[in-house]
């Protein structure tokens, strides 16, 4: 299984652009990338999920290079609800509902 | 929308004691997934089922044990609880075995004293 490293903080301010990248260097071909954020004492929540390239939705954008090595998650004009940990999953197909969660980062955003 | 619905929220068992959380999935939903997150920590996946069978296991105690019925509803059974199983019990669910995205439900809080 392909372990990440993600920063372990990140600040903002409300209204800006946030971006967390997430390293994964030794994902497979058949891993896919997902994003999930928790509040505190709340299950976590699915934002995104990608393989290659640029993939867009109405909550985020998650960008990941040709060679796969790392990911992007980036949160546009972010708000105070954006306060939150962020993490990044790599799954196996091999094991597609198993999601093994490592440290994530959290985000704070101030006024 | 509907969403998972896990009872109960709360819980207090003495050590030794069991208990039993149960997990209500999003309606046509056939897959349930258990997690628990201890205070501080991670969520750490323990076990999963898909049509009523076990489709994939974690770090899931032999004492605790799991079962998804006919109707999906699942069960998670915790035996001889000890203190370290105090923590945040989170099911989650989906449709199909192969979606990235689960739907987490509120999660159950047990203390055990």
């Known amino acids: 299984l392909a372990k990440t490293t993600q920063p372990i903080s990140m600040d903002s301010y409300e209204g800006q652009e946030v971006n967390i990248t997430c390293s994964h260097n030794n994902i497979a071909t058949n891993d896919y990338i997902t994003w999930y954020q928790q509040f505190p004492s709340q299950g976590p929540r699915f ?3 990608g393989y290659k390239t640029k993939v867009t939705n109405e909550v985020a954008s998650l960008f990941i290079p040709a060679d796969r090595k790392s990911s992007t998650l980036s949160l546009p004009r972010v708000s105070l609800s954006d306060t939150a940990v962020y993490y990044c999953l790599v799954v196996s197909t091999d094991s ?16 | 929308a509907a969403g998972v619905i896990q009872s109960p929220r709360h819980l207090i068992k003495e050590k030794r004691e069991t208990a039993t959380l149960k997990c209500y999935p999003i309606p046509r939903h056939d897959t349930v997934y258990w997690y628990q997150q201890g205070p501080g920590q991670d969520p750490q996946f ?3 089922f898909y049509e009523k069978m076990q489709s994939d296991k974690g770090s899931i105690p032999d004492r605790f044990s799991a079962q998804q019925f006919s109707d999906y509803h699942s069960e998670l059974n915790m035996s001889s609880l ?5 923590a945040l019990y989170f099911c989650a669910s989906s449709l199909g075995a192969s979606s990235l995205e689960q739907y987490f439900g509120p999660g159950t809080r047990l203390t055990v004293t």
């Open chain 2, 46 to 48: 323990l076990i999963s």
């Open chain 1, 47 to 49: 934002i995104i999920q």
């Open chain 2, 82 to 86: 000890e203190l370290g199983d105090s």
């Open chain 1, 96 to 111: 597609w509902g198993k999601l093994q969660f490592g440290a994530g980062t959290q985000v704070v955003v101030t006024p």
